[in-house]
């Protein structure tokens, strides 16, 4: 390296995105390329498979106040991060489908009318509760794009609405600034992406 600076490998990494965008499919390649090199490597997601975690889904389908909603979102990460914390310590690498930056686009769009400022008050009510990724990658794609690649799906929550992906693609783009996040174009070839995201983590 020129720089002569050393670069260390992430090893908490998050994956963003509007419903779509392809966040799930390409963290699960990236987590089996991983392994497949021998890496020490987890994949984990949001909500989780908790009991939290399952109320939070019931609050999706039955479209529950936004305020017990976001609430719960944030309970479900900070329960999350203990088991996260866990397979840190013992050198493991996380790949996290969905995460902080969920709650503060999709709450932030449900919370948009009632509250001022709402993406800044979901992130101070959680910031300091929940451990910092090393590298967020955000899959950016238009909503109407992402919502034809899902329409055939059996079931859709009822966040995935034209109108509603629109105010968290904005959201998404408004607070994925700084060197943690790595925007990526979703429209890409899935190898391509996974090839990116892979060297980036192992650097
Ligand atoms: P999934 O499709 O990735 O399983 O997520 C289910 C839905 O939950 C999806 O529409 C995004 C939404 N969601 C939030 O609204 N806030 C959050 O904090 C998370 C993690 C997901």
């Known amino acids: 390296m020129e720089t002569g600076e050393k670069k260390e490998m992430k090893q908490f ?3 963003e995105g509007i419903d779509g965008s392809g966040k799930s499919t390409i963290s699960k390649e990236v987590y089996e390329k991983l392994k497949s090199e021998g890496y020490d490597v987890v994949l984990t997601y949001e909500p989780t498979d908790t009991m939290i ?3 939070v889904q019931q609050c999706i389908k039955t479209q529950s106040d936004p305020f017990v909603t ?3 979102f944030i309970a479900d990460r900070i329960q999350h991060c203990k088991q996260i914390k866990e397979w840190l ?3 493991k690498i996380v790949l996290c489908d969905r995460y902080a930056e969920s709650t503060y686009s999709y709450q932030g769009a449900q919370l948009q009318n009632q509250i001022k400022n709402p993406i800044k008050w ?3 009510l ?3 509760r929940i451990i910092m990724p090393d590298r967020t990658f955000l899959f950016v ?3 109407k794009e992402s919502l034809a690649r899902i329409k055939h799906r059996d079931e859709l929550v009822p966040f995935e609405r034209l109108s509603f992906l629109e105010k968290v693609h904005t ?3 408004k607070i994925s600034k700084g060197e943690r996040f790595l925007k990526l174009d979703g429209t890409k070839k899935i190898d391509e992406i996974v090839d990116i995201c892979y060297k980036d983590i192992i650097q």
Do not use: H
Request: aromatic share 16%; no cysteine.
């Open 13 to 15: 990494i998050t994956f």
């Open 70 to 72: 976001a609430f719960t």
């Open 122 to 124: 979901l992130q101070e």
């Open 171 to 173: 959201n998404y783009l």
């Open 89 to 91: 310590d013992v050198g």
């Open 141 to 143: 794609i238009q909503p």
């Open 53 to 55: 975690g399952k109320y």
């Open 126 to 128: 959680s910031e300091d």
